[in-house]
């Protein structure tokens, strides 16, 4: 695969379709700027202030976007708010859409056949492969991303968190609270 | 189960590229694989039902890259290992290590022309009278088993027509997961082409299966 | 299409597997590939949409087999080959052999920051009003194009209700095939469980995707 790549940026490289620069920064952005942060931010924020938690769940686009986050994978961006009742997993059957401006880029197991075939018809059991269960009563919204809306979960604010500031509470919001494949951290999870 | 066995409407496999002058068997292998399975199936050491969902449990991205005898011999390893036929060192060394368990019955060369011609049929005393009639219109039901079924996916939810009584028969969804015969009723049901795949679909096209009455629900 | 791709369902495949401490790539040349996709779009001139159906354009068993990111790579090429911008004996060799087609922009360096937040958005302007409303009850038409599609076969035909109309936007359906982005109303659907999986699934799951008008109807 190394060389295949290599032979075909070779060629668009010397026909002057791409530049190396642009391309080093692309792997760059994606590699060490664009990630879980952004999300954990956000939710963080949506904890502590109730204004902006009711923004970014009725326009979560701007909302994100008045932290800086946004574009590729995030021009159509939509909370779901989990509670006590609620608890809302997010997939992509047909490929690996993903909220990339809040999340970065999906992991592997996000993309594969496990997650994609079974997260619509059985949540409980893809659950329980992250070591999660829910009550039995508790309903489980998933949101196949058959569009270009992306969707960000906001999980629930661990208790014992009372007047955190919000980049400490960032540290417990976790990447797969965010797709609804974990909970948030707790405090004592801090050390 | 909805695994890669399901392949009724699926798109993408490219054209059939029929062979001239194709032999039965394209290697002698393919051969043995073929003649093991019917062997094993006359000493009854597990039933078709079972094989076929053993076969279909093959996870896709490797059901979809063996070849048709690929399939049953990988199929058939597993049934060895499943039903204490073989272990896997034996499976590994390529010979039995003894003790060897006994089987019912060995089918020996004289009997194969019997058991060809025989066959294993599979119909049952009716343990009540059929539900349907011909003329009948019937809805294949929405059921995703995660075992083995019949009922291809693309005619669950589908509304149809009985066109016969076949007779009553094994019912597969039990038989292969060994919980019994349990025979039922089996009827052909005959879909008309748009039911199944769209308004604007060819509207010359009929689509038949046999469906067993658990499968089915009057309209 | 009715293809490898369309998972939602389908069984066998195992146990999700998460990887603990992921790297965002797992070798030198994902990178590459991404990137090489990513920045590909503007000299080729290709949309989202068509990238999504060269991926799924493969026989299923390839689809399955291949790695996420050797999929990308086969569509890259797939792509590129088709657009006239790089030949199969170029790919051979390891470089280029004849000369570039003249392409109307490419992606530079000190644009990228932008263009990536600028990102694709797929919402247009319409003097069209939306069939549905929220609440309405909508079926998911029982198409099966051999063309690229966003409707997974596991809703068609099933009931459900509008919980969002989310807005006028691109088409994929048409877009991925040179038919233009011709924009329609896009709502987000819900499905309960039961409706989709059979009457003794678990109750408490609904399952919702996003789908434009052209794959709802009424439900009666």
């Known amino acids: 695969m190394q060389l295949r790549t290599r032979a075909l940026e070779t060629i668009l490289i010397e026909k002057g379709y791409i530049e190396p620069a642009a391309i080093d920064e692309l792997i760059e952005t994606y590699e060490t700027k664009i990630g879980p942060r952004n999300g954990a931010q956000a939710v963080a924020k949506a904890w502590v202030d109730p204004k902006f938690r009711q923004w970014l769940f009725e326009d979560g686009t701007s909302a994100i976007g008045s932290l800086g986050f946004g574009g590729r994978s995030g021009n159509h961006l939509v909370a779901l708010e989990n509670t006590s009742s609620v608890h809302n997993m997010v997939v992509c059957t047909l490929c690996s859409c993903y909220p990339w401006a809040v999340l970065g880029l999906p992991p592997l197991w996000y993309k594969s056949a496990p997650y994609r075939s079974r997260t619509v018809a059985d949540p409980r059991s893809v659950l329980r492969d992250f070591g999660m269960e829910l009550p039995k009563d508790t309903e489980i919204r998933v949101w196949d991303s058959t569009a270009e809306l992306r969707y960000l979960v906001v999980p629930m604010r661990p208790t014992g968190t009372e007047g955190w500031s919000e980049d400490k509470l960032a540290e417990l919001v976790t990447r797969d609270s965010m797709i609804g494949t974990g909970q948030p951290k707790q405090p004592k999870d801090l050390g | ?219 | 299409m009715n293809g490898g791709q369309d998972l939602g369902g389908t069984h066998g495949h195992g146990p999700v597997e998460p990887e603990a401490n992921e790297p965002v790539f797992h070798a030198e040349w994902e990178k590459r590939a991404f990137a090489l996709t990513l920045a590909m779009t503007a000299p080729g001139g290709w949309n989202i949409d068509m990238g999504r159906f060269a991926r799924e354009n493969r026989p299923p068993g390839e689809y399955l087999s291949m790695t996420y990111y050797q999929i990308w790579l086969a569509a890259l090429e797939h792509m590129a080959k088709e657009g006239g911008l790089v030949s199969d004996d170029e790919i051979e060799a390891g470089h280029s052999l004849q000369p570039p087609k003249p392409v109307r922009r490419i992606l530079l360096p000190g644009d990228v920051a932008k263009v990536l937040y600028r990102g694709g958005p797929t919402e247009r302007d319409t003097n069209t009003k939306p069939i549905f409303g929220v609440g309405d009850r909508v079926r998911a038409k029982n198409i099966n194009p051999l063309t690229h599609t966003r409707l997974p076969r596991y809703v068609r035909g099933h009931v459900g209700t509008i919980e969002r109309v989310i807005g006028c936007h691109v088409f994929p359906d048409s877009n991925a095939h040179g038919g233009g982005e011709n924009p329609q109303w896009l709502y987000t659907v819900r499905f309960d469980g039961p409706e989709l999986w059979g009457a003794d699934s678990d109750a408490t799951i609904k399952v919702s995707v996003d789908a434009w008008e052209p794959y709802l109807s009424p439900a009666t």
């Open chain 2, 1 to 219: 189960m909805n695994g890669a066995a399901d392949m009724g409407g699926m798109h993408g496999f490219g054209p059939v590229v029929p062979e001239p002058n194709e032999p039965v068997f394209h290697a002698d292998w393919e051969g043995f694989s073929f003649a093991l399975n019917m062997a094993t199936g006359v000493a009854k050491l597990w039933n078709l039902d079972a094989f076929r969902f053993k076969r279909e449990s093959i996870p896709p991205a490797q059901y979809l890259n063996l070849s048709y005898y690929g399939l049953w011999t990988t199929t058939l390893e597993q049934m060895m290992l499943e039903y204490g036929v073989a272990t896997p060192e034996e499976l590994a060394a390529g010979h039995a290590i003894p003790p060897v368990k006994k089987v019912p019955h060995a089918v020996t060369a004289a009997e194969v022309a019997n058991m060809v011609r025989c066959g294993s049929p599979y119909d049952r005393p009716a343990p009540a009278p059929a539900l349907f009639k011909i003329g009948t219109k019937v809805r294949a039901r929405n059921m995703h088993p995660k075992t083995h079924t019949r009922l291809p996916r693309y005619a669950r939810g589908h509304t149809g027509e009985v066109v016969r009584i076949v007779g009553c028969h094994v019912f597969p969804d039990s038989n292969a997961s060994n919980a019994g015969e349990d025979p039922h009723w089996l009827y052909t049901v005959r879909f008309n082409g748009r039911e199944l795949w769209g308004d604007d679909s060819d509207p010359t096209v009929r689509v038949c299966i046999e469906a067993w009455e658990p499968y089915l629900e009057a309209v």
